[in-house]
């Protein structure tokens, strides 16, 4: 079965500085990929979705990179911010047959003001 | 903003006991799921439904679960029979279409069985 890795321990960097978040999946390559953010006791919120023929997305901050030979879909956040601090989560999605979101374990950032 | 509102916020119960978790998805949305996420851990899926049936479900969403659209605004997952595991944060989530689509999720609700 597919595995998705993130960034087990607690990414720690200071604020105005480049946070850059991993993901890792196993097997065959996603159709797309999404990444959420979730604040503690929150639902997630959608951010980016990058599909495979695409090898980079923005949107204000955020950058999203997705190396289907690298197996991997990289996360930034440029000039972060206290605020930006939450579990950042990604899912790959295999489509075909299904839409529902796998997710992986997340990685938790903290930006220190 | 349109947004997926579920209630309650917060449900204590016996083990043993049935419970119903709503959630009203945003209005234009077609394809409904639930997840949960036990405390420290990933989440994870549970079900999705389009056009009145479910169309996947995980290995945990076993008969003790099961889902209903009761009209045109709600969607609701009920639990048979509670255990302690089944303790956790239930989220609702909608999404526009099929592929491609972001999926809006709710604010959760977390259940506690005792």
């Known amino acids: 079965s597919q595995k998705i890795e993130q960034n087990s321990e607690a990414l720690n960097i200071q604020e105005g500085k480049t946070a850059t978040l991993t993901c890792n999946y196993t097997?065959?390559?996603?159709?797309?990929l999404q990444w959420y953010r979730q604040d503690p006791g929150r639902g997630p919120v959608f951010l980016l979705l990058?599909?495979?023929?695409?090898k980079e997305k923005r949107k204000e901050r955020l950058k999203v990179t997705f190396d289907t030979t690298l197996k991997q879909s990289l996360f930034h956040i440029t000039a972060s911010q206290p605020a930006d601090s939450a579990t950042y989560l990604c899912?790959?999605?295999?489509?075909?047959?299904?839409?529902?979101?796998?997710f992986g374990t997340g990685t938790l950032l903290a930006v220190q003001p | 903003e349109p947004e997926v509102t579920q209630t309650p916020s917060h449900q204590v119960t016996q083990m043993g006991q049935e419970v119903i978790l709503r959630c009203v998805p945003i209005?234009?949305?077609?394809?409904f799921y639930w997840y949960r996420q036990i405390l420290g851990q990933k989440v994870e899926f549970l079900v999705s439904?389009?056009?009145?049936?479910?169309?996947?479900k995980s290995e945990i969403f076993d008969d003790q679960f099961s889902v209903e659209r009761p009209d045109g605004s709600n969607f609701t997952l009920k639990i048979r029979s509670t255990k302690l595991e089944d303790s956790a944060m239930y989220f609702c989530?909608?999404?526009?279409?099929?592929?491609?689509?972001?999926?809006?999720f709710g604010p959760g609700t977390r259940l506690t069985v005792l």
């Open positions: 989530a909608s999404s526009e279409g099929y592929s491609y689509n972001e999926q809006f």
């Open positions: 097997n065959y390559s996603p159709a797309y």
């Open positions: 990058i599909r495979e023929n695409e």
């Open positions: 899912a790959p999605n295999y489509g075909g047959a299904t839409n529902k979101l796998i």
């Open positions: 209005s234009n949305h077609l394809y």
């Open positions: 439904f389009y056009n009145n049936e479910i169309s996947e």
